[in-house]
């Protein structure tokens, strides 16, 4: 059964209810419930990686997601933590985070592979060209799933030199990171290459703008989470190993579905 990772941010008022709960409080509140909807994982961020994102200290994203991390792993909960820094990746381990989720791939902060070889936690790698900002001046491809495998083959390269364990490495095909609507709709098509690399891939499509795309300008969050969850579906037929979503409940639907399909 495919895995799925349910997405908590940790961010200032993303579930924020009139102040009734701190900004912790209510990201571990939303990762309890998306773990009572099914979630395998839950995949704690402090800092958005969406296209014209600010980026923020690192000081100021270990204070938002060190505490979240805590109490969920406390939980016995398996948590990772969504960053691109290194000493955020080690103080979430130390804080009980299992898998470190570094869209980069190691790329944005030279520190980082060797880090995560040092805590023994798992690394999830994601495809990446460079930061948020400018990351459509980089979107050129020949074939795009072959070109991200390739990349992402150099990328797991690189962790193994750093010592991480090949078992402990996942692959992530970075959907939405310099690629447009297009690109993103063939490298989904094309996810066989990056699933022949080996390692466990890992599929984020979660309430992207290429859903909107394909739904029309007015689609609400609803019918983006509906449209997710047939990705998902989609990625696990492909050979996806886990989906990253914010929709846990309508993900974990649909691949009961699909697994009932498959008998
Ligand atoms: N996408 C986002 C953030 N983190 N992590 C992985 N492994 N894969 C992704 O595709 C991915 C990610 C950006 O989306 P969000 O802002 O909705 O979380």
Do not use: C
């Amino acid at each position: 059964m495919t895995a799925v990772w349910g997405i908590v941010n940790a961010t200032p008022d993303s579930f924020s209810d009139g102040g009734r709960y701190s900004d912790a409080e209510s990201a571990v509140a939303h990762g309890l419930l998306l773990r009572a909807q099914g979630a395998d994982v839950l995949d704690i961020g402090g800092e958005s990686t969406r296209p014209g994102a600010e980026r923020v200290s690192v000081a100021e994203e270990q204070r938002r997601v060190l505490p979240v991390i805590e109490r969920l792993a406390a939980e016995g909960i398996p948590v990772s933590v969504d960053t691109l820094n290194a000493s955020t990746a080690l103080a979430a381990v130390q804080a009980g985070a299992r898998i470190v989720n570094d869209v980069s791939g190691g790329l944005a902060d030279p520190e980082m592979l060797a880090a995560v070889a040092e805590s023994g936690a798992d690394i999830a790698l994601g495809h990446w060209r460079g930061p948020s900002s400018d990351m459509y001046a980089r979107a050129e491809y020949g074939r795009v799933g072959r070109e991200v495998a390739g990349e992402l083959r150099e990328r797991v390269a690189a962790a193994a030199a750093a010592g991480i364990a090949p078992s402990r490495i996942i692959v992530d095909p970075g959907v939405g990171f310099a690629k447009t609507t297009g690109q993103n709709w063939d490298l989904l098509r094309e996810l066989s290459d990056v699933v022949a690399l080996g390692p466990r891939v890992l599929v984020g499509t979660s309430r992207k703008r290429f859903l909107a795309d394909a739904l029309g300008a007015d689609a609400d969050e609803a019918r983006k989470d509906l449209a997710t969850a047939v990705t998902s579906v989609l990625a696990a037929r492909a050979g996806a190993w886990a989906v990253r979503v914010h929709d846990v409940a309508a993900t974990r639907d649909a691949l009961a579905v699909l697994g009932a399909w498959d008998g």
